[in-house]
């Protein structure tokens, strides 16, 4: 396994690695309206959405991976009346590249965010 770091994204607030590269596979850590400073982002969730995956982008680009090459994402939202929007936001990112999704409405995210979102994808 080896650990991905790049400084185009948000150093991780914790004990884990941004991603792990293991057997042609990026398994990323979940990221948040960070920016690549580690100031959060405020505003709606349309403009953390836009950060998040900036940043899941920049994370997988390091790990030599693609957001084309995604084969599953999961998104976490603060309030899931929030789904339209960042559904739209998601898939502006994603265009025709449709990979499997999950999508679950949690309590309370990290560092008080509206959305997360981790992915694994091929290398």
Do not use: W
């Not at 057997?23 to 979940?30: D, L, R």
């Not at 680009?61 to 559904?87: H, P, Q």
């Amino acid at each position: 396994m080896t650990p991905v770091q790049t400084p185009n994204a948000p150093a991780a607030i914790g004990p884990y690695s941004q991603a792990m590269i293991a057997n042609g596979m990026v398994f990323t850590s979940g990221q948040i309206a960070l920016t690549p400073a580690g100031e959060m982002l405020s505003g709606d969730v349309s403009s953390q959405c836009v950060q998040v995956l900036s940043n899941l982008k920049a994370v997988l680009e390091a790990a030599g991976s693609s957001l084309e090459k995604v084969i599953k994402t999961t998104i976490f939202l603060d309030n899931m009346d929030d789904f339209g929007a960042v559904n739209a936001i998601y898939g502006e990112a994603f265009g025709n590249h449709k990979p499997a999704r999950s999508t679950v409405a949690v309590k309370t995210l990290p560092k008080n965010a509206l959305v997360e979102i981790d992915a694994i994808a091929l290398i």
